[in-house]
C-alpha cells in the first residue's frame, strides 16, 4: 500500500504561483511513476503531468504548457507541482497519484491517490 498526502494548495490571483507537495509512504517512492491530476467542479478528472522513477516528465500541453513543472526528491519521498502563470481555468482539486507498472497517463492505470488539495485562482 501506498499512501500520498497532497499540500500547498489555497487562493492565488491570476498571474502568481503556487507549489503543491505530494509526501508518499509505504512503498520504494523511487521506483514508482507519481503523477498529477485536477478536477473542477462538473468535469472529469484530467491529467496535469506525470514524472517516471527514471526522472523522464510528460505533460498535458494543451493545458499546462510552460506553466507546471513536476519534480521529485526521492530522499524526502516527496513530489512537487510547480505552478506559476495560474489562470483562473486552473481552479480545481488537484490530486497526486502513484503507479508502479507505468502505461500511460490516464487516470485508470494508477493505482494510489492522495485526498487532493483545493487550487484556487481569482482573476
Known amino acids: 500500500q501506498v499512501q500520498l498526502v497532497e499540500s500547498g494548495g489555497g487562493l492565488v490571483q491570476a498571474g502568481g504561483s503556487l507549489r503543491l507537495s505530494c509526501a508518499a509512504s509505504g512503498r520504494t517512492f523511487s521506483r514508482a511513476a507519481m503523477g498529477w491530476f485536477r478536477q473542477a467542479p462538473g468535469k472529469e478528472r484530467e491529467f496535469v503531468g506525470v514524472?517516471?522513477?527514471?526522472?523522464?516528465?510528460?505533460y498535458n500541453e494543451d493545458s499546462v504548457k510552460g506553466r507546471f513543472t513536476i519534480s521529485r526528491d526521492n530522499a524526502k519521498n516527496t513530489v512537487y507541482l510547480q505552478m506559476d502563470s495560474l489562470k483562473p481555468e486552473d481552479t480545481a482539486v488537484y490530486y497526486c497519484a502513484a503507479t508502479y507498472y507505468y502505461t500511460g497517463y490516464q487516470v485508470a492505470n494508477f493505482d494510489y491517490w492522495g485526498q487532493g488539495t483545493q487550487v484556487t485562482v481569482s482573476s
Open positions: 514524472i517516471r522513477w527514471s526522472g523522464a516528465r510528460t
